[in-house]
């Protein structure tokens, strides 16, 4: 029988997950299965007791059970430790890890061609998916890194627990209203695109050529997208984002690390195809 994997959350059907990961599977011959799971609110654990039990090797972690997986665990990562928050579980040993900064920061710098050593970053939001990105945005090197929330207090929290993780980088948090200008980088990691609501920063923060990434991807990432382009930056989408952390989890748990450049491709031209 093949080895089990397993996205769970709530919501998960619309995941593209099951299909990058059996992608990666095929390209480097390992012979595993990748689902869905959706779990009851109030079950996480049970859940996730119940996959191991049935001979379950590991699973990722989606909304809303990240901050509850992280708890779970027996060991974490560093990056997982600081983010409190795991997305990759290897069940056999109870390890956690948190894969989406790592792959936030390979789709910048890899795929989009942007280095970040010495860049000035800014992060908007102080939620789950940017407690996920501070660790590895930092421990590339930037010259400055800004956290920016509506809620100042959270960002204030998740930059004191990074704190010891900054090495040379000038790292504060500050309100989206007032965060400074000229960013090389800017990643929208809010729930604001979702939502349709309104661009959460001044244009200000836009440097000359900056590159903006939004976490999000399809319809939803359009909104930010397009205000940045109308302003002169590169826009970019959070489907990299998904890809390099997916590949993470997979190396983590397989010990091959899969090429995603073919994979980011071909899921960009089915979500395309998808839409017209
Ligand atoms: P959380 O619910 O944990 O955090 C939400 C964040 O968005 C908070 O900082 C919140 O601010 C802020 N926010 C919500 N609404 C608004 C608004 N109208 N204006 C300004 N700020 C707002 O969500 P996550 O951090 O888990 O996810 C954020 C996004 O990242 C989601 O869209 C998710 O799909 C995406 N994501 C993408 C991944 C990928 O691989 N591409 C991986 C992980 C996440 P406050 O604290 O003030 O409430």
Not at 54 to 62: D, P, Q, Y
Request: aromatic share 6%.
């Amino acid at each position: 029988m093949s080895d089990r994997y397993a996205l769970v959350g709530n919501p998960v059907a619309h995941s593209k997950s099951p299909w990058i990961h059996a992608e990666f599977a095929r390209a480097s011959s390992q012979d595993l299965d990748y689902g869905l799971l959706e779990s009851p609110l109030d079950g996480f654990a049970a859940t996730v007791q119940r996959f191991r039990a049935a001979g379950g090797k590991g699973l990722n972690v989606t909304l809303p059970f990240k901050q509850e997986a992280f708890r779970l665990c027996r060991t974490v990562s560093e990056r997982a430790r600081r983010a409190q928050a795991v997305n990759t579980l290897v069940l056999e040993t109870g390890f956690g890890d948190n894969t989406d900064g790592i792959g936030l920061v390979r789709d910048i710098e890899r795929n989009a061609g942007v280095p970040l050593a010495g860049a000035r970053v800014l992060l908007i939001g102080a939620g789950g998916a940017a407690a996920g990105a501070l660790g590895p945005l930092l421990a590339a090197a930037p010259a400055l890194l800004v956290v920016a929330n509506r809620t100042v207090a959270k960002a204030q929290a998740l930059v004191e627990r990074h704190r010891g993780a900054a090495g040379g980088v000038e790292l504060s948090a500050r309100a989206p209203g007032d965060c400074g200008s000229g960013f090389d980088v800017v990643v929208n990691a809010t729930a604001s695109s979702l939502q349709g609501a309104e661009i959460p920063v001044d244009s200000r923060v836009l440097g000359p050529g900056a590159l903006a990434l939004d976490m999000m991807y399809g319809p939803a990432a359009q909104g930010f997208i397009g205000w940045a382009q109308a302003r002169g930056a590169r826009g970019r989408d959070g489907l990299g984002m998904l890809v390099e952390q997916a590949a993470e989890a997979f190396a983590l748990w397989r010990g091959v690390t899969p090429d995603t450049a073919p994979v980011l491709a071909a899921l960009r031209e089915r979500l395309s195809a998808a839409s017209r």
